[in-house]
């Protein structure tokens, strides 16, 4: 399974973030690891370099491509990087389950 990170300006990808992500979707996603072929992680921070706004503003998308299926995606929110890839992964292992359960009961 290849993971691929990708940022916006305003998001720092670092080796930190780097391995955080692909540690995170890895675990998570791992009893799928022979369907998914590869994981594109998008993070992005609404507020950008203006700091005054508050909420869960950093956003985690990923998108999973599996064998002979289309791309699946999920997405969430938070205050810290860290948490949206997490809970987006979360996410994308719920997404999954389902989409392959589908296939299994046809």
Known sequence: MKIQLNT????????SLQRHAEET????LERFADRIT???VHVHDDNGRDRTGE?????????????NMQP????????????AV?????KL???IETAVGKLSTH
């Open 86 to 90: 997490t809970g987006a992964a979360r």
């Open 55 to 67: 909420g869960l503003d950093k956003h985690c998308t990923i998108e999973a491509r599996l064998n």
């Open 25 to 28: 979707v890895t675990s998570i």
């Open 93 to 95: 292992q719920r997404v």
């Open 38 to 40: 590869r994981v594109e």
């Open 72 to 83: 699946l995606t999920a997405s969430d929110s938070a205050n810290d990087v860290s948490s």
């Open 8 to 15: 916006d300006n305003n998001v720092q990808g670092d080796a």
